[in-house]
């Protein structure tokens, strides 16, 4: 039988104390900056390629902007990514995205993807959930149709837009259904 005294006790924290301090929290890290930078190189590179997607920003309640997604899989995939939340072009929040998915898979993929949140409902569902899955809810616009994209017709028909463009890779199709979004602190 052991017997706790003080002296144990404190040794156990001070060696314990190092490991602690490893477990950051990210407040005070340059990663909010990093995912700031790349979503401002999306959306500028998103905008010169289709240009009718600034009309759509405009109109829109709020857009979580996703640079980079990593999507890799063999029978079983998965994959992640980290973005912003923007409301009237300033960052309020930041998500990581997840997804997994089975069946007949095989290869890897990047791609960015922007979702536009076209109804105050829409975007305060988004915001107020623990973990918001995009759903039957969600019209996608891939990029050979992102020149085609007009904010007047899509508005009243869907409360959420999602564009997927920059996709580089060989995994067959890219869906956001599934895809899990976190709030994170980075």
């Known amino acids: 039988m052991s017997i706790l005294t003080r002296r144990n006790f404190t040794l ?22 990093t995912i700031d930078a790349r979503v401002d190189a999306t959306l500028s590179q998103m905008y010169s390629r289709y240009p009718n997607t600034r009309d759509l920003a405009d109109k829109a309640n709020g857009m979580l902007v996703m640079p980079v997604v990593t999507e890799a899989g063999f029978l079983v995939g998965g ?31 990047q791609f960015a993807h922007v979702l536009f949140f076209m109804t105050p409902d829409a975007l305060e569902k988004f ?33 959420v837009i999602a ?17 899990k979004y976190t709030r994170i602190i980075p």
Do not use: H
């Open 12 to 33: 156990g924290l001070m060696a314990g104390t190092p490991l602690l301090a490893a477990c950051g929290n990210g407040v005070g890290s340059s990663g909010a900056a």
């Open 127 to 159: 915001r107020r959930s623990s973990g918001w899955a995009a759903g039957a809810d969600v019209e996608y616009v891939f990029n050979d149709r992102g020149e085609n994209l007009r904010a007047e017709t899509t508005t009243s028909s869907s409360p």
């Open 79 to 109: 994959g992640f990514g980290r973005g912003a939340l923007r409301i009237n072009n300033v960052t309020v929040d930041y998500y990581s995205a997840t997804k997994g998915s089975v069946g007949l898979q095989i290869g890897a993929q």
């Open 163 to 179: 564009v997927i463009f920059g996709q580089a890779g060989a995994l067959a199709g890219v869906s956001l259904e599934g895809m």
